[in-house]
Each structure stands twice: as structure tokens, then as C-alpha cells.
């Protein structure tokens, strides 16, 4: 795939991962699938995001996406060591070369998808 600053995806244009990225790994596990894992995230929110639009429509074209491909990093490890305070974890410094931002907290986190090419057109 060319290397582009952004990824028409559907009907999303997703801006790509620039740089090294940070992320302060709690855990987390789950066995759904990465769509799945969107799905109950959405349902769960109360206050929606602009962000959230973006994740519904990506909901189809991230199915068979492994739950552990899409995560929050951050630029800088100061964004993300609160988390790593939180749950006693390191902040690791990682490259993400074909990482695409799905989203963003505001406070200077990004959940992205590992691999661009890891999205896939739904099946009709």
C-alpha cells in the first residue's frame, strides 16, 4: 500500500500514525473481535464524540480485526503515563509504521488500529 498522510476507508478518511508512538500496555484482554470490542464500547458511552461517528462506520470494515491490533498510544510518554501509573505498568516506546488513528481522547491519547492493512472491505 502507498505510504499516504491519510487512508480512504468506506466512507472515513483515517489520518495515518507519524513518528514513534508510546503506550502503557494495562492488560487489557478480551475475546471479542475488534469490531465487537467497538460495538460495546459505543453502546456504553454516554456522552458521544465527534470521534464516535468515525468508529460506527469503521464497525464493518474492522471485522476480523484481533481485538489486541487496535489500542491507545500516545505521542509523547508523559500522554500516556498517567495510565501507566494507574496500573503500575512501564511506558514503552514502539514504532507503529503503518498504524492509522481511529480516534482521539483529547488529552492527548489516540486509539488506533496496529496495521492499515489489516482493514478489509465487508462482504455483501
Not at 489489516?118 to 455483501?124: S, V
Amino acid at each position: 500500500m502507498k505510504k499516504t498522510r491519510a487512508v480512504k476507508v468506506g466512507p472515513v478518511t483515517l489520518r495515518r500514525w507519524a513518528g514513534p508512538a508510546w503506550r502503557a500496555d494495562g492488560g487489557y484482554s478480551s475475546r471479542l473481535s475488534a469490531a465487537e470490542e467497538a460495538e460495546e464500547f459505543l453502546r456504553q458511552q454516554d456522552q458521544p464524540e465527534p470521534w464516535h461517528t468515525t468508529m460506527r462506520e469503521l464497525i464493518p470494515f474492522m471485522r476480523g480485526i484481533p481485538q489486541r491490533d487496535v489500542f491507545w498510544v500516545g505521542k509523547t510518554k508523559a500522554a500516556v503515563q498517567d495510565y501507566a501509573d494507574r496500573y503500575d505498568v512501564e511506558a514503552v516506546k514502539f514504532d507503529l509504521p503503518y498504524g492509522v488513528i481511529i480516534g482521539e481522547d483529547g488529552d492527548g491519547g489516540y486509539l488506533v488500529i496496529r496495521d492499515v492493512n489489516l482493514i478489509r472491505r465487508p462482504r455483501r
